[in-house]
């Protein structure tokens, strides 16, 4: 329990907390090191906060994380599987008119 106080109290300065009588909980080094330790978290935390930042603006901006360049092959591979599925849902939709003539041509405003 007397830690946790160090912990809390660690936002001060070694010499504050030294006032405040924490010199009889632990040590003015084991105070420095926890320190040295709380700024180290919050370092890689706005390390964190920065690459999240960054990744909201590029979504907000319509840009993908990993955007490929705009190269010939990447070109070819993006449209490629754009024509794949037109090709697809237009031979789905042959055979559901072909399943179907008979009512077509019996009813033409269908």
């Known amino acids: 329990m ?3 106080k160090a912990v809390v109290l660690s936002f001060f300065s070694p010499s504050v907390l030294l006032r405040k009588g924490v010199r009889n909980e632990c040590s003015r080094r084991q105070v420095v090191d926890e320190l040295l330790e709380l ?4 370092n890689i ?24 360049p705009d190269t010939f092959w990447n070109e070819a591979r993006e449209r490629g599987i754009w024509l794949v ?4 849902a237009q031979s789905v939709s042959s055979i559901v ?14």
């Open 39 to 42: 700024e180290k978290e919050r």
């Open 45 to 68: 935390l706005r390390k964190r906060l920065t690459r999240n930042e960054e990744k909201q603006r590029m979504l907000v901006l319509g840009l993908e994380e990993d955007s490929r």
């Open 2 to 4: 007397k830690i946790k």
């Open 97 to 110: 008119l072909e399943a179907n003539e008979q009512i077509i041509s019996e009813h033409p405003t269908i």
């Open 85 to 88: 599925g037109l090709l697809t």
